[in-house]
């Protein structure tokens, strides 16, 4: 069993910053991948960005060179640093741990970005 625990939602103005992070614990694959993603009202959960256990990254094109996903595997924990947001990127954020037989979502962080 693997627990997620996400933070570091809220609010702010377009331009601003905002770190969530995202807690594993359990039984952690040494080989995986965790993600965050977002869902907007009335609009379907999208990719935002990953990261492998190796540190191989991939992004969304409409958060490129605003967003910045890490990982640090001693603590289990991925971080999204998202700068310079946009009234567009308010939705609720999911983060999630994949391995190749296991799949497990997080109850999710809002934010939301005021114009």
């Known amino acids: 069993q693997v627990q997620l625990v996400e933070s570091g939602g809220g609010l702010v103005q377009a331009g601003g910053s905002l770190r969530l992070s995202c807690a594993a614990s359990?039984?952690?694959?040494?080989?995986?991948?965790m993600g965050w993603y977002r869902q907007a009202p009335g609009k379907q959960r999208e990719l935002v960005a990953t990261?492998?256990?190796?540190?191989?990254?991939s992004y969304a094109d409409s958060v490129k060179g605003r967003f910045t996903i890490s990982r640090d595997n001693a603590k289990n924990t991925v971080y999204l640093q998202m700068n310079s947001l946009k009234p567009e990127d308010t939705a609720v954020y999911f983060c999630?741990?994949?391995?190749?037989?296991?799949?497990?979502w997080g109850q999710g962080t809002q934010v939301t970005v005021s114009s």
């Open positions: 990261i492998t256990s190796g540190g191989y990254s």
């Open positions: 999630n741990y994949a391995t190749s037989t296991y799949l497990l």
């Open positions: 359990g039984s952690i694959r040494s080989i995986n991948v």
